[in-house]
């Protein structure tokens, strides 16, 4: 039997639609400007280059209906994603076989403190302070891929307050759900539990408390929650 020296953390578990079962989570991936509109309006080139990519921590996530404002920051953003859930991985997977390996697919949130990013772009530094702080994560139950199939098109929606603050289509990611998970698999060995948030549209923008945030991928599901 092995003993630790403090009990280890728990596994961070995802809801599932329609089963009570939970998705033990792993890694979560996330790429950086990955629809072209966005690119833009963070003042970069909307061309396909080469995907890039940044971690959140598995105890980021956060399920339910409140986003706590984090500290040290004034502007923290909305970044309304299609998350991918894997059920299976490896190494070199080939483009025609990556969605064998996704188990199913969510709406999320990758809220960012911008301050604290933008800091540390001009410092060359990593990101982590503005994208991996607790809580960055709102996410919704999982739908199996047996529910929803492997949606390529349909919107990608956040209303703040009722008014539409993004708004965009799955099939204006520049690189698509099976480029990500074989580009990653270049560089990383994925397995089951693994977490991709697949990038965000125009329109991302400050929340303050009291917020609340409405967003929806079509095809796959809503939910909402408010910043406190």
Same mark, same amino acid.
């Given at each position: 039997? +092995?003993?630790?020296?403090?009990?280890? &953390?728990?596994?961070?578990? &995802?809801?599932?639609?329609?089963?009570?079962?939970?998705?033990?989570?792993?890694?979560?991936?996330?790429?950086?400007?990955? !629809?072209?509109?966005?690119?833009?309006?963070?003042? #970069?080139?909307?061309?396909?280059?080469?995907?890039? @990519?940044?971690?959140?921590?598995?105890?980021?996530? =956060?399920?339910?209906?409140?986003?706590? !404002?984090?500290?040290?920051?004034?502007? %923290?953003? #909305?970044?309304?994603?299609?998350?991918?859930?894997?059920?299976?991985?490896?190494?070199?997977?080939?483009?025609?076989?990556?969605?064998?390996?996704? @188990?199913?697919? &969510?709406? *999320?949130?990758?809220? +960012?403190?911008?301050?604290?990013?933008?800091?540390?772009?001009?410092?060359?530094?990593?990101?982590? =302070?503005?994208?991996?702080?607790?809580?960055?994560?709102?996410?919704?139950?999982?739908?199996?891929?047996?529910?929803?199939?492997?949606?390529?098109?349909?919107?990608?929606?956040?209303?703040?307050?009722?008014?539409?603050?993004?708004?965009?289509?799955?099939?204006?990611?520049?690189?698509?759900?099976?480029?990500?998970?074989? !580009?990653?698999?270049?560089?990383?060995?994925?397995?089951?539990?693994? %977490?991709?948030?697949?990038? +965000?549209?125009?329109?991302?923008?400050?929340?303050?408390?009291?917020?609340?945030?409405?967003?929806? =991928?079509? *095809?796959?599901?809503? @939910?909402?929650?408010?910043?406190?």
């Amino acid at each position: 039997m +092995t003993s630790y020296v403090f009990p280890p &953390a728990a596994v961070v578990g &995802a809801p599932i639609a329609g089963s009570d079962a939970l998705f033990p989570v792993r890694r979560i991936y996330c790429i950086g400007r990955n !629809y072209a509109a966005h690119a833009i309006e963070m003042g #970069h080139d909307p061309n396909r280059e080469p995907p890039f @990519f940044f971690q959140k921590n598995p105890n980021n996530l =956060v399920f339910g209906d409140a986003f706590p !404002y984090p500290p040290k920051t004034s502007d %923290v953003h #909305h970044e309304m994603e299609m998350v991918v859930a894997l059920g299976s991985g490896g190494v070199n997977i080939p483009v025609e076989r990556a969605l064998d390996c996704v @188990f199913g697919y &969510a709406v *999320g949130l990758d809220m +960012t403190r911008r301050d604290l990013q933008g800091q540390a772009k001009e410092m060359g530094r990593p990101w982590e =302070v503005g994208k991996a702080f607790e809580h960055s994560a709102p996410m919704g139950p999982i739908y199996p891929v047996s529910q929803v199939g492997h949606p390529a098109s349909g919107l990608v929606e956040l209303k703040v307050n009722g008014k539409v603050r993004q708004s965009g289509d799955l099939n204006q990611l520049i690189w698509k759900v099976p480029e990500m998970i074989s !580009y990653l698999s270049d560089y990383f060995e994925l397995a089951a539990g693994d %977490v991709i948030m697949t990038g +965000t549209p125009a329109g991302v923008g400050a929340v303050v408390r009291g917020d609340v945030m409405e967003g929806r =991928v079509e *095809g796959v599901g809503a @939910f909402s929650v408010r910043v406190v």
